[in-house]
């Protein structure tokens, strides 16, 4: 084989590595962004998900409150009979 077909083959494989080593480094960011956006979602998934849980406790809070204006006001209509029961009962 002369030696200019030798020395062109070996300039094609070297040319063929370098185009593995170029496409590999590619796939690997390409997979290294995947992953970044994948815990980027999951981070936002996550954040999404404890916003619902405090959305949830605030909702029990406003009714937790409203229970507590309506035992108040129980509890001053108790306080109101009981003093007249006292009043009638001198």
Known sequence: MPLVQIRYKQILRAVEEQKTKVAMSIVRKIKEEVSRTGQRALGLDGISFQLQVVLEKLERLHQI??????????????????????????
């Open 65 to 90: 409150e409203s229970d507590l204006s309506e035992i108040k006001a129980l509890s001053q209509r108790i306080e109101a009979l009981s003093a007249q029961m006292n009043d009638q009962s001198q």
